[in-house]
């Protein structure tokens, strides 16, 4: 986490008004850290998930639409409670990454080739394109997206939900007015590796429009970014995709910005092994021990 003011320099700031809460990406165990970061600070008396503006981005969207449904204590709970499945490896004990090792690849050669931004989101939206091609995987996933969601319906406040055209390469960003149901704007957020389908268009993960979409906070007083990927960027620091450049401009535009990232130590839990489904309890608690134990100085921040 940044170093945080005190109280009374958050108050002397002049500042919009409202609250964002910026929820990155990162996973299966980047969304249990992410749920474990919000029950943490909840529990210690910094609900933040009555932002008026939140702002979810692939896992992160799925933890986004997560606390507009259930409390974070529940989904935390939750997480903690469900059975515990035997950790993928090797004869050797070590995790199995080969999937997420060949998409990070695969990726990885995209974004080499690719001149800037831009060129790397259609590159992307083509390829996925060319993966699902004579096989669309859109209603599998839209049901086990669904099964994750405590309620269907976009919340009263606003939530946005980042995705990009697989078409077109163009980002997007669905809210309640986007005519998108919650369940299919968080399943295109979260689409890796394939296009997801909605009617006739087709949409991939909307970290391949920003890396945590911080910037869609601007005009917000107030801004909480959960960086499960730590800010790191796969993506040329001249692109403009890291969290630091987001921050930058939120700043520039009066916003006060907090960041928090994974503890030193638990790197082990994303990147790679960010698909590894056994992990998701530590992750969970690792976020839970962190949230509780920074909502002291947060509270001058946020409340």
């Known amino acids: 986490m940044n170093t945080t003011p005190s109280s009374n320099q958050y108050a002397s700031q002049a500042e919009p008004p409202g609250r964002a809460l910026v929820l ?9 850290w992410l749920i474990g970061v919000l029950a943490g600070l909840a529990d210690a008396g ?25 409390t974070p204590a529940g989904l935390y709970a939750a997480i903690l409670d469900s059975p515990l499945p035997p950790q993928r490896g090797t004869a050797n004990g070590q995790a199995a990454v ?5 998409q990070l690849e695969r990726t990885g050669r995209i974004i080499a080739a690719a001149k800037d931004a831009a060129d790397m989101r259609r590159r992307m939206g083509a390829a996925a394109l060319d993966l699902a091609d004579g096989f669309d995987a859109s ?3 839209r049901a086990t997206v669904a099964a994750r969601l405590p309620a269907a319906d976009w919340p009263q406040h606003e939530l946005l939900i980042t995705a990009v055209d697989a078409g077109t390469g163009e980002p997007v960003v669905f809210s309640r007015h986007s005519g998108v149901d919650l ?11 394939f296009a997801y389908g909605i009617g006739s268009n087709r949409y991939i993960d909307g970290g391949y429009r920003r890396n945590e979409n911080a910037d869609l906070a601007a005009g917000c007083g107030r801004v909480l970014v ?16 890291q969290l630091a450049a987001q921050v930058n ?14 503890d030193t130590g638990s790197e082990h839990m994303f990147g790679a092994n960010a698909m590894d489904l056994s992990l998701r309890p530590a992750a969970a608690r690792t976020g839970y021990t ?4 920074l909502a002291g100085r947060l509270a001058g921040f946020w409340n």
């Open 24 to 32: 990155g990406g990162g996973g299966s165990t980047g969304n249990a």
């Open 139 to 141: 209603e599998r996933w």
């Open 226 to 241: 959960l960086s499960p990927f730590g800010g790191r960027t796969r993506m040329p620091l001249e692109w403009d995709m």
């Open 98 to 102: 080969r999937p997420v090792s060949d």
């Open 46 to 70: 910094v609900d933040v998930t009555r932002a008026g503006r939140v702002i979810g981005t692939s896992a992160g969207s799925t933890a986004a639409a997560q606390i507009s449904g259930a």
């Open 249 to 262: 401009e939120l700043r520039a535009g009066g916003s006060v910005v907090e960041t928090l990232i994974p």
């Open 290 to 293: 962190q949230g509780k134990s």
């Open 183 to 193: 369940v299919d704007a968080v399943a295109a957020s979260c689409a890796s590796g």
